[in-house]
């Protein structure tokens, strides 16, 4: 070692980390052979953990703030060394700094269709794609789980695995689901909150977090696709039949209009055409409208029936043929009282202009007077 490095060694004392890629995750810092002073300050910056590791063995964490290295801040390397209070010599540990700010615009997608159970289309198959973001909240699992030793830790070394995991949970949640696939556009807010409450389960041992979780697009099979722009359009042309004969004109028309394209083949189409056209018109009557069905024959009328009210008793139903005999011999007068459905309470017989007739109608005088 010659002096400069040695006088550079005895000078470093402050300890801190810097990034503008936005990609790093973790970050050892480098002492090109120099040891840690005692009381030596470490910096912290926010959206940053400082994770000590000493001889393969995890040691102190530090938070966002500024530290002089001695035993009281310590603990763990303290116990780990069998420091005393009084120890004031240089020590070697390696020092991580973990990004613990959020990784935002991630992509996923699915590789293949996943498969599901449609309660409309039946078994189909689906693609989605999106975004994502994660986080560390845990940088000591994290550097135990998944960067191990590597010095310089990028956001591309666990995406790839990142978007198997979301893969396979958004496969799960959303076959498990039951949301009908026209559903699925007006539900991928709360679709894609279940996915990243799955998600971040699955990453929590890995001392990760899905803040949030965004679903993009979901896509149908192109023949499904193809299947739906025919039935919408069908549902825009409204009525078949006349959809038909529009077309059918349509297409006489441009072949009356292009004599030369094929030869006699657009005339002899387009009389096909206008036969067909013309015997279906000639089926349907005139103005292209099916014909009317016959009006069903109207239902035979009700026939009343009818109570009578005399001397604080009521007899009958009788039939309106049953009161004209009774007008005729007498037994019903044109002040008895009558009722009957549907009448509002008993009204004199001479009163209900059904049963008036049967006073006018007289029978002709007698033979012989």
């Known amino acids: 070692m010659g002096i400069l490095d040695f006088l550079t060694g005895e ?76 120890f004031k010599s240089p020590f070697k540990s390696e020092i991580y700094y973990v990004n613990t700010t959020r990784y935002t615009d991630l992509k996923w997608g699915t590789k293949n269709p996943i498969m599901l159970r449609d309660p409309e289309f039946g078994p189909t198959r689906i ?24 010095g310089e830790f990028t956001m591309d070394e666990i995406s790839y695995q990142i ?45 990760l977090i899905i803040p949030e979780f965004y679903i993009e697009n979901i896509s149908l099979p192109p023949a499904v696709e193809e299947a739906l722009d025919k039935r919408t359009s069908m549902g825009v042309a409204g009525d078949l039949g006349k959809f038909t004969q529009y077309s059918a004109a349509e297409a006489m028309t441009a072949a009356a209009s292009n004599p030369n394209g094929g030869g006699g083949m657009g005339e002899g189409l387009g009389m096909g055409m206008g036969m067909a056209m013309a015997n279906q018109m000639q089926r349907q009557g005139p103005w292209g409208a099916a014909p009317a069905a016959a009006a069903p024959p109207p239902p035979p009328p009700v026939e009343h029936v009818w109570h009578i009210a005399e001397g604080g008793e009521t007899s009958g139903p009788y039939s309106k043929a049953k009161l004209g005999r009774m007008a005729a011999d007498g037994t019903l007068a044109r002040d008895t009282y009558v009722w009957t459905a549907g009448q509002d309470g008993w009204m004199k017989a001479e009163d209900v202009q059904e049963l008036a007739q049967l006073f006018t109608i007289l029978p002709p005088p007698p033979p012989g007077s």
């Open 163 to 207: 978007r198997n995991i979301i893969v396979q949970s958004f496969s799960r949640i959303i076959a498990g689901s039951g949301i009908p696939v026209l559903d699925m556009a007006a539900n991928t807010a709360d679709l894609g909150k279940l996915v990243a409450a799955e998600l971040t389960k699955v990453v929590a041992d890995y001392g």
């Open 11 to 86: 000078f470093i004392d402050i300890i801190h980390w810097t990034d503008d890629s936005r990609d790093t995750m973790v970050w050892r810092f480098e002492r090109e052979g120099h040891e840690i002073k005692y009381g030596a300050k470490l910096t912290v910056r926010e959206g940053q953990a400082a994770v000590f590791v000493h001889e393969g063995q995890l040691a102190d964490v530090f938070t966002p703030g500024l530290y002089m290295l001695e035993t009281n801040n310590m603990p763990i390397l303290t116990t780990l060394m069998h420091w005393d209070h009084g």
């Open 127 to 150: 693609r989605a794609f999106g975004t994502y973001t994660v986080k560390v909240t845990d940088p000591a699992r994290f550097l135990s789980e998944i960067v191990g030793t590597d």
